[in-house]
């Protein structure tokens, strides 16, 4: 298992914590339009980095911006797998291709 599919476990498991013990649970609960304004702050803070290039801030930026774009999955009931099958869909197609046929 991928971290990446450990870490979707661990958000899919924490849909039914007590928001008081835990942030995912406390992200989840408050709806997934939260869960999308979180996600789009941490996608901000991880541009800024990357304009800037510092590599180490940068990185863990990233990890913000995965964390927090699969709690926005959850919230809206998106696994990962199928994130994932779309990305396999689209491997070996042209991204102006993939587009026009969108």
């Known amino acids: 298992m991928t971290p990446l599919h450990r870490l979707a476990a661990t958000i899919e498991a ?3 914590a007590d928001p008081d013990s835990s942030w995912t649970a406390k992200l989840l609960s408050k709806g997934p ?6 996600f789009g ?3 901000v803070e ?9 590599r180490t ?3 863990a930026e990233a990890a913000d911006v995965l ?3 699969l709690v926005m999955l959850t919230s809206r009931d998106v696994t990962l797998d199928e994130v ?3 990305l396999e869909r689209r491997e070996g197609v042209s991204g102006i291709a993939e587009k026009a046929g969108r």
Not at 46 to 54: L, P, R
Request: proline share 0%; aromatic share 4%.
């Open 57 to 59: 801030k940068l990185t």
């Open 14 to 16: 924490r849909k039914t």
């Open 67 to 69: 964390y927090h774009l």
């Open 41 to 43: 702050e941490e996608a």
């Open 46 to 54: 991880a541009i800024i980095e990357a304009v800037k290039g510092d």
């Open 84 to 86: 994932l099958a779309e």
């Open 33 to 38: 339009e939260k869960c999308a304004e979180k």
